[in-house]
């Protein structure tokens, strides 16, 4: 998923009168996502969990998607605990489609 500025306003509008900062993390050219926090101990958990997904059932995650457009993060938790707080199923709050194939260094932009 591309993150347009269209959802970005939009995202803005919704957040920014509760005092809630944004961020748009870009991890590779087709798979963008807004988050209200981050951490790059949190995040790194997400994604490790993704490619062990793919690493465990490739019949099903070759073209893994995820419906992810709210993922938050909270500092306390981490790698260990990260998939026992926040199942998978708990992170997919929006029916917008993302893919998970051509991973990066995660570049973080505060919106």
């Known amino acids: 998923m591309v993150v347009t500025n269209e959802l970005i306003e939009q995202l803005k509008k919704e957040h920014e009168p509760k005092g809630e900062k944004l961020y748009l993390i870009k991890l590779s050219p087709t ?3 807004v988050v209200k926090r981050v951490t790059r101990d949190g995040f ?5 969990w993704a490619r062990e997904r793919v690493r ?3 019949e099903k995650y070759t073209e893994a998607r995820l419906a992810i457009e709210y993922f938050t993060v909270y500092p306390q ?3 260990e605990l ?4 926040l199942p ?3 992170t997919i709050l929006s029916e917008k489609i993302a893919e998970i194939n051509g991973y990066t ?3 973080v932009v505060e919106l």
């Open 77 to 79: 938790i981490t790698d």
């Open 88 to 90: 998978p199923q708990e």
């Open 105 to 107: 260094e995660p570049e």
């Open 82 to 85: 990260y998939s026992e707080l």
């Open 44 to 48: 790194l958990a997400f994604t490790k």
């Open 31 to 33: 798979l963008q996502f």
């Open 56 to 58: 465990e059932n490739p």
